[in-house]
């Protein structure tokens, strides 16, 4: 089992900027890819960035590329979302993710994740 848990979510002016955090805990940290999803009201969840296992490879959906970034410190065992010149489209409940099948590659469907946080609002107003 894995224990993912979302903050740093909160209200926030376009343009303007938040960091969220997802602390884990149960297995190893560095021993599975990480992801960020985020599903608006009426819509389904979506993609937003994945960080490989050891940090050194990330991935990044069109909409968020140049504006947010993921990483990850393994000793706090804490991925984080760094987001950038926020725009309205980006309000949605954001969450945490953690692939536990060692697989190489960086997925972007929500279906090759395993474990999932409760999620954090983001609400950004234009």
């Known amino acids: 089992q894995v224990q993912l848990v979302e903050s740093g979510g909160g209200f926030v002016q376009a343009g303007g900027s938040l960091r969220l955090s997802c602390a884990t805990s149960g297995r190893t940290f560095s021993n599975y890819n990480t992801a960020w999803f985020r599903q608006a009201p009426g819509k389904e969840r979506e993609f937003v960035a994945v960080?490989?296992?050891?940090?050194?490879?990330?991935y990044y959906a069109n909409s968020v590329k140049g504006r947010f970034t993921i990483s990850r410190d393994n000793a706090k065992t804490t991925v984080y979302l760094q987001m950038n010149s926020l725009k309205s489209e980006d309000t949605a409940v954001y969450y945490c993710?953690?692939?536990?099948?060692?697989?190489?590659?960086?997925?972007?469907?929500?279906?090759?994740?395993?474990?999932w946080g409760q999620g954090t609002q983001v609400t950004v107003s234009s």
């Open positions: 993710a953690a692939d536990m099948s060692n697989r190489n590659t960086l997925s972007t469907l929500p279906r090759s994740y395993d474990f």
């Open positions: 960080i490989s296992r050891s940090g050194s490879n990330t």
